[in-house]
């Protein structure tokens, strides 16, 4: 059974920096076509995809966002954390991690941890 | 970088009745990169369609995927009760990014 769990504080204070894990389990972070990418939601709105790493350890990152995040993996804890800095409140959303397998000739995102409420407020 | 324009922004039609949702993209995409997703209030997105065609697992055959190119398309035959949501599509590959679009809501009519 495939799951992802994050984990991280509620709440963080402007231009302080995020750390947030994503552990996962039912799959390695070293298989072949397998990753974990970080999708946010703010509040009442859509889904925007941050970056994403790979079991070989190709990453890649949002263009409009690409200095503010930090993706990185630990395969034998079976953790991807994600670090954010200068945290500004329209950083407030729900933090998504998301297993993105890619088989042949597709790739998609199959499985969803619950998300995490980050906060941005002084 | 390539943009996924959803529409229409909002579909409000009743139980039973079919629903057709639009994704068009700002340039050529690979269909093997499109996907679809369900996200209902206070809950996790949900993989619907993978490959622009092919549904994930468990999903009923109501739902269905097609296009190719720029233009894509999600249509759920028969609309339950449960299928109310959100609706996003989403492009992996081009950049090398993923994007999203920004969403249908189908609302009971």
């Known amino acids: 059974q495939v799951t992802l769990k994050e984990s991280g504080p509620a709440l963080v204070k402007p231009t302080e920096t995020l750390t947030l894990t994503c552990t996962v389990s039912?799959?390695?972070?070293?298989?072949?076509?397998?990753?974990v990418s970080w999708i946010r939601q703010p509040p009442g709105g859509a889904l925007e995809w941050l970056t994403h790493?790979?079991?070989?350890?190709?990453?890649s990152y949002s263009t409009s966002l690409k200095s503010k995040f930090t993706i990185s993996k630990d395969t034998s804890k079976s953790q991807v954390v994600l670090t954010m800095t200068n945290m500004d409140p329209v950083d407030t959303a729900t933090y998504y991690c998301?297993?993105?397998?890619?088989?042949?000739?597709?790739?998609?995102?199959?499985?969803w941890g619950q998300g995490t409420l980050v906060t941005v407020s002084s | 970088e390539i943009v996924l324009t959803q529409s229409p922004g909002t579909l409000s039609l009743s139980p039973g009745e079919r629903a057709t949702l639009s994704c068009r993209a700002s340039q050529s995409i690979s269909s093997s990169y499109l996907a679809w997703y369900q996200q209902k209030p206070g809950q996790t997105p949900r993989l619907l369609i993978y490959g622009a065609s092919s549904r994930a697992t468990g999903i009923p055959d109501r739902f269905s995927g097609s296009g190719s190119g720029t233009d894509f398309t999600l249509t759920i035959s028969r609309l339950e009760p449960e299928d109310f949501a959100v609706y996003y599509c989403q492009q992996y590959g081009i950049s090398p990014e993923l994007t999203f679009g920004g969403g249908t809501k189908v609302e009971i009519k």
């Open positions: 039912g799959f390695s972070l070293s298989s072949t076509g397998m990753g």
């Open positions: 790493i790979f079991s070989n350890d190709e990453k």
């Open positions: 998301a297993r993105i397998y890619c088989s042949g000739a597709s790739c998609s995102l199959d499985y």
